[in-house]
């Protein structure tokens, strides 16, 4: 029932900024710890940022101090907004959302963030 859809992604030189978008709908926003992970070619997907309701932030040490994760409860969405975009940044963003009662875990369908030259 929850769905999550990711947007904003897209090719971009080094040093660049981009915001990528998740909606969510289906179930009650609020109920949800949000986060954002990557999965680059030929690697596993890892954490870049999560979000709790509150508002507290934790980071992948890759992209402390350039990415910013945030949401806002009154559209039902999350932000990545991303600085000084490296080529290793590559990768496909995934929208993740757990369930804070029942811990259950969904997942959008990824964007594309290429960084290059």
């Known amino acids: 029932q929850v769905q999550l859809v990711e947007s904003g992604g897209g090719l971009v030189q080094p040093g660049a900024s981009l915001r990528l978008s998740c909606a969510f709908s289906?179930?009650?926003?609020?109920?949800?710890?949000m986060g954002w992970y990557r999965q680059a070619p030929g690697k596993q997907r890892e954490l870049v940022a999560t979000?709790?309701?509150?508002?507290?932030?934790n980071y992948a040490d890759s992209v402390k101090g350039r990415f910013t994760i945030s949401r806002d409860n009154a559209q039902n969405t999350v932000y990545l907004q991303m600085n000084s975009l490296k080529p290793e940044d590559t990768a496909v963003y995934y929208c993740?959302?757990?369930?804070?009662?029942?811990?259950?875990?969904?997942w959008g369908q990824g964007t594309q963030v290429t960084v290059s030259s």
């Open positions: 993740n959302a757990e369930n804070v009662i029942s811990h259950l875990t969904y």
């Open positions: 979000i709790t309701r509150g508002g507290s932030t």
């Open positions: 289906g179930s009650i926003f609020v109920l949800y710890a």
